[in-house]
């Protein structure tokens, strides 16, 4: 299969024009085939053509407790004795709302993603009387106040945004961020 692939990559760095145009075809009906039968592929593009100022993260991928020591430090330096209102802003599938429910016991967790195909999945695998998921655009995260804890973990990391050229794009993208967050942000 690895052979197949690099025959056909090797296509659109041929010198033949028919070659460039076999590879775009190609290319063309493998996207549109997995856009067809992958519904989080699906998601990812439906969300940045309707949604394109307000996608901070390209990729929706998540895993459980993947920050362990940030988890730990904040449970730690904030003393698990109240309920908290925290928030997973960019909580994708739910992964990161899990894994503060371990934290935080008793507090009312907040997952916020703008991708609903992520929400609806977050909702059924991780349901939890005091887990509440919300559109970041939707009325009821932006009446949202009071809250003790935000996490916002990994929003802004995809490979775009590692190379020095690309930090002025950063900037724009964070700006973009505190903006939706504005209603918790005093300046």
Same mark, same amino acid.
């Given at each position: ?10 296509? @659109? ?11 775009? +075809? ?11 039968? @992958? ?22 991928? %998540? ?7 940030? $988890? ?20 994708? %599938? ?5 894994? &503060? ?6 507090? +009312? +967790?907040?997952? =916020? ?5 992520? &929400? ?6 991780? @349901? ?16 949202? =106040?009071?809250?003790?804890?935000? $996490?916002? &973990?990994?929003? $802004? ?15 724009? &993208?964070?700006? @973009? ?11």
């Amino acid at each position: 299969m690895n052979k197949i692939k690099q025959q056909i990559l090797n296509l @659109n760095e041929s010198t033949n024009i028919f070659a460039q145009i076999c590879f775009k +075809i190609i290319l063309t009906i493998y996207l549109f085939g997995k856009f067809c039968v @992958n519904p989080q592929y699906r998601s990812e593009k439906i969300s940045r053509f309707i949604y394109p100022k307000y996608i901070h993260q390209k990729s929706t991928f %998540t895993k459980l407790n993947r920050y362990p020591t940030i $988890f730990k430090i904040c449970k730690d330096y904030i003393k698990n004795d109240k309920t908290r209102n925290i928030l997973s802003f960019g909580c994708s %599938t739910g992964e990161e709302v899990y894994t &503060l429910r371990k934290q935080f016991p008793h507090s +009312i +967790i907040y997952g =916020t993603d703008i991708n609903k195909y992520c &929400l609806k999945k977050a909702k059924k695998n991780f @349901n939890h009387p005091n887990n509440i998921f919300l559109h970041s655009l939707s009325k009821e995260f932006k009446k949202l =106040t009071n809250l003790d804890i935000i $996490f916002c &973990l990994a929003v $802004f990391q995809n490979s775009e945004n590692r190379s020095n050229h690309e930090i002025k794009k950063v900037v724009i &993208l964070f700006l @973009n961020f505190r903006n939706n967050l504005n209603c918790w942000i005093k300046s």
